[in-house]
């Protein structure tokens, strides 16, 4: 039966922590909430705990070892998904950090190369399918999937003396619609007439919820100009001639 030395112990924990510290780079380099330590400390973990159990000479007791760090990765991972109005984010923070651990794993194992392997998958994963992902979201069918979340913003210009009634509409109007506003800017112009901005989370097809509010607001004396765009998409859609 091997034994586990020292040197065997250092070599496969630096590996595992550089594998996770170079996942966590991309990750803080997107400013996301799991970056270069959290990813690190999260393959040092999954690593340590593994090389424990070599390192008593239980044959059978890496293997154990290595489906509970799966169990504890997953609440670890629950503390990162978070909702944000209709939808939820951090889905892929979670995911990461499964897979630090996952790499973590490899590299306790002993097999260094794997470890490299899986890190490089992780990091193409997040470089190479992030413009596929953006392209499908812009694709012509996106917009249907029910489960969807996208953000949309909506500009409207009044009398400044229909400001506070407007504003309270605007409101009303976003929730029979079932948007969910993340934000609401008003801003005062010199010529006697105010805009309110908001952004709202819109799930499903996009189009239907924002005309419906369209369709409440057109209609109202008042205002002057009223239209929508997503917020991806700089030209707005006019709503009002």
Partial sequence: MHTLNTLDFVLRLAVGVACGALIGVERQ?????????????????????????????????????????????????????????????????????????????????????????????VLAVHLLLRPAGRLLDRSPHSGTDPDSTTRATVHVECDRAAEPHVRA??????????????????????????????TVAVAGR??????????????????RDLHWHLDDEPAPQPALA
């Fill in 29 to 121: 380099w997107r400013a996301r909430m799991a970056g270069l330590r959290t990813n690190a400390l999260v393959a040092a973990g999954a690593t340590l705990f593994v090389l424990y159990s070599e390192a008593v000479g239980d044959s059978g007791s890496p293997t154990r070892v290595a489906s509970y760090v799966v169990s504890g990765i997953g609440f670890l991972g629950g503390g990162v998904i978070l909702r944000d109005g209709a939808g939820v984010r951090g889905l892929n923070t979670a995911a990461t950090l499964w897979c630090s651990a996952a790499v973590g794993v490899l590299a306790a194992s002993g097999r260094l190369d794997l470890a490299a392997i899986g890190t490089l998958a």
């Fill in 169 to 198: 509409l605007l409101l009303q109007s976003l929730a029979a619609s079932g948007l969910t506003p993340t934000g609401l800017h008003a801003r005062r112009g010199p010529d006697s007439t105010a805009t309110l901005r908001t």
């Fill in 206 to 223: 996009v189009a239907d919820g924002l005309e419906q509010l369209v369709s409440r607001l057109s209609l109202e004396p008042g205002i």
